[in-house]
């Protein structure tokens, strides 16, 4: 479903360049929830933001559901993202919209009809469990709830990929286990590949099929569990234990 | 003292009348051209969407110009473009084209201010939807900040105002034009206390009404 070829990226500040990516490549299949782990600064927001061309990669190809978007046009490459949705650590609702104004926003890009927009918008507030807060302000729900509805505008354009960026790290343990199982559920029941960056070890040992650990712009691992089975901590700690002095594109499947 | 003051109501309307025309127009002109200059200054910006150095540097160098020239000198200096534009350089409306330039660039300004303040995640998540430029603008951004958007436009309004008050010298009227002529040329001190205070209202009032709208506007 994604497949990221030899990808690099280089931040260039008037005094300075850092290569935050560095030539990676990655396959996600069809239906998989991919856990993406490392140290802070190791490049994995940058990389989950090159899969959506956030960030353009300076050289590699990015495809997606079998399409290059790095050459597309513009116009193509925005339609290409109305197929993949994307979670924020900070949620990035609109704040001056009602909950369900914030879930209708893509249903309106696309010129889709009122009526059918507000029974979309019902649809997927109903999925996230949260239909009863349609009509609050984002500024009155809990950060879980934030979280909940920014899943919920992820999903109303039907993406088949949904981008998450350390979705839980601001919330408390069990809140994040409430995100954590409405995301599986997306997955289960729509099929979405999802990816997903965290820090949490236990975000990846509840939901991930496959996971990379990335240190200093480069993919140093990638290991897949057994079918129909979500990493165990077991194959992490090993996979983090030697993360040092495992050389570089190493893989353990 | 008020018999005294009645003796001039109907000029005194008609002063009114003139000062909301040049405002009315100014504000107008704001909307219509100050806010896509100061939205095209934002997406011009060093680090933002359509980062364009040399857009950026004639809209902003454009922008200071205009208000740091001092404001009887931008009159009399816009006088042919005025003449062109309406024909005349005398009257109230050939008055509103100089209070309009300023306005422009003014309000222009607190445009880019507001936006900036709109957080850079939420562009993202705009973004990551596919959203067009226009969508961006119109869905996300006015959206965001319109309740800076309102402030601004508030401190434009009366700003406005005072820039009204000069617009004797081209045959503009308005209060300000009515105090100097009676009050003060005329050594009528009740007539431009009187004015004074119809000003301190007037501005009172807008800035009462912009400020409650904007927090009624803001569920940030
Ligand atoms: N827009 C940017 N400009 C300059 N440097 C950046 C930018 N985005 C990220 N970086 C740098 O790239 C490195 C990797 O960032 P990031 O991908 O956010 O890491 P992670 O998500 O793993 O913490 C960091 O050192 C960060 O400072
Ligand atoms: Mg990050």
């Given at each position: 479903m994604i497949s990221l070829h030899q990808v690099s990226k280089t931040f260039v500040t008037s005094n300075s360049r850092f290569q935050?990516?560095?030539?990676v490549s990655l396959d996600v299949g069809a239906g998989e929830i991919h856990g993406i782990i490392g140290s802070?600064?190791?490049g994995k927001s940058t990389l989950l933001r090159m899969i959506n061309l956030l960030e353009r990669p300076d050289e590699g190809t990015v495809i997606v559901d079998g399409e290059d978007l790095t050459s597309m046009t513009a116009k193509h490459l925005r339609e290409a993202r109305r197929s993949m949705g994307m979670i924020f650590q900070s949620f990035n609702?609109?704040?001056?919209?009602?909950v369900s104004g914030n879930v209708a926003i893509p249903l309106e890009m696309a010129g889709i009809p009122k009526k059918e927009r507000s029974e979309r918008v019902r649809e997927y507030l109903d999925f996230v469990g949260i239909v009863d807060k349609a009509d609050e302000y984002p500024s009155r729900l809990s950060g879980g709830q934030q979280q909940r509805v920014a899943i919920a505008r992820a999903l109303v354009s039907r993406p088949k990929v949904l981008l998450c960026d350390e979705p839980t790290s601001s919330l408390d343990p069990q809140t994040t286990i409430g995100i954590l199982d409405v995301l599986k559920h997306i997955n289960r029941t729509f099929g979405v590949t999802v990816v997903i960056v965290t820090h949490e070890m236990n975000v990846v040992t509840s939901m991930c099929t496959t996971v990379s650990v990335m240190e200093n712009g480069s993919l140093i691992h990638t290991f897949k569990a057994d079918k129909g089975n979500t990493i165990s901590s077991e194959d992490l700690s090993r996979m983090t234990a030697t993360q040092t002095g495992v050389k570089v594109g190493e893989t353990y499947v | 003292m008020f018999d005294y003051i009645m003796q001039y109501q109907s000029e005194i309307w008609h002063a009114i009348g003139e000062t909301f025309m040049m405002v009315g127009i100014s504000i107008a002109a704001a909307l219509v051209l100050g806010l896509p200059v100061g939205t095209l200054l934002y997406l011009c910006?060093?680090?933002?969407?359509?980062?364009n150095r040399v857009l950026f540097a004639i809209l902003n160098i454009l922008v200071n110009v205009v208000r740091s020239f001092p404001f009887l000198l931008l009159v009399v200096f816009l006088i042919p473009f005025t003449r062109f534009v309406v024909g005349t350089a005398i009257g109230t409306l050939a008055a509103s084209v100089p209070l309009s330039i300023m306005a422009i660039a003014y309000y222009s300004r607190l445009v880019e201010q507001s936006l900036l303040e709109v957080p850079k995640g939420v562009i993202e998540a705009a973004s990551s939807m596919g959203a067009s430029t226009l969508q961006m603008i119109v869905k996300f951004l006015y959206v965001e900040a319109r309740s800076g958007l309102m402030l601004g436009l508030t401190t434009s309004t009366i700003s406005f105002i005072s820039y009204s008050t000069v617009m004797g010298i081209v045959g503009g009227g308005g209060i300000g034009d009515f105090a100097i002529r009676y009050g003060y040329q005329r050594f009528e001190t009740e007539i431009m206390i009187f004015t004074i205070i119809i000003m301190l209202i007037l501005v009172q009032a807008i800035q009462y009404t912009g400020s409650f709208m904007a927090r009624v506007l803001d569920k940030r």
């Amino acid at each position: 479903m994604i497949s990221l070829h030899q990808v690099s990226k280089t931040f260039v500040t008037s005094n300075s360049r850092f290569q935050a990516v560095d030539a990676v490549s990655l396959d996600v299949g069809a239906g998989e929830i991919h856990g993406i782990i490392g140290s802070s600064g190791a490049g994995k927001s940058t990389l989950l933001r090159m899969i959506n061309l956030l960030e353009r990669p300076d050289e590699g190809t990015v495809i997606v559901d079998g399409e290059d978007l790095t050459s597309m046009t513009a116009k193509h490459l925005r339609e290409a993202r109305r197929s993949m949705g994307m979670i924020f650590q900070s949620f990035n609702l609109v704040n001056n919209r009602t909950v369900s104004g914030n879930v209708a926003i893509p249903l309106e890009m696309a010129g889709i009809p009122k009526k059918e927009r507000s029974e979309r918008v019902r649809e997927y507030l109903d999925f996230v469990g949260i239909v009863d807060k349609a009509d609050e302000y984002p500024s009155r729900l809990s950060g879980g709830q934030q979280q909940r509805v920014a899943i919920a505008r992820a999903l109303v354009s039907r993406p088949k990929v949904l981008l998450c960026d350390e979705p839980t790290s601001s919330l408390d343990p069990q809140t994040t286990i409430g995100i954590l199982d409405v995301l599986k559920h997306i997955n289960r029941t729509f099929g979405v590949t999802v990816v997903i960056v965290t820090h949490e070890m236990n975000v990846v040992t509840s939901m991930c099929t496959t996971v990379s650990v990335m240190e200093n712009g480069s993919l140093i691992h990638t290991f897949k569990a057994d079918k129909g089975n979500t990493i165990s901590s077991e194959d992490l700690s090993r996979m983090t234990a030697t993360q040092t002095g495992v050389k570089v594109g190493e893989t353990y499947v | 003292m008020f018999d005294y003051i009645m003796q001039y109501q109907s000029e005194i309307w008609h002063a009114i009348g003139e000062t909301f025309m040049m405002v009315g127009i100014s504000i107008a002109a704001a909307l219509v051209l100050g806010l896509p200059v100061g939205t095209l200054l934002y997406l011009c910006r060093k680090g933002q969407m359509y980062e364009n150095r040399v857009l950026f540097a004639i809209l902003n160098i454009l922008v200071n110009v205009v208000r740091s020239f001092p404001f009887l000198l931008l009159v009399v200096f816009l006088i042919p473009f005025t003449r062109f534009v309406v024909g005349t350089a005398i009257g109230t409306l050939a008055a509103s084209v100089p209070l309009s330039i300023m306005a422009i660039a003014y309000y222009s300004r607190l445009v880019e201010q507001s936006l900036l303040e709109v957080p850079k995640g939420v562009i993202e998540a705009a973004s990551s939807m596919g959203a067009s430029t226009l969508q961006m603008i119109v869905k996300f951004l006015y959206v965001e900040a319109r309740s800076g958007l309102m402030l601004g436009l508030t401190t434009s309004t009366i700003s406005f105002i005072s820039y009204s008050t000069v617009m004797g010298i081209v045959g503009g009227g308005g209060i300000g034009d009515f105090a100097i002529r009676y009050g003060y040329q005329r050594f009528e001190t009740e007539i431009m206390i009187f004015t004074i205070i119809i000003m301190l209202i007037l501005v009172q009032a807008i800035q009462y009404t912009g400020s409650f709208m904007a927090r009624v506007l803001d569920k940030r």
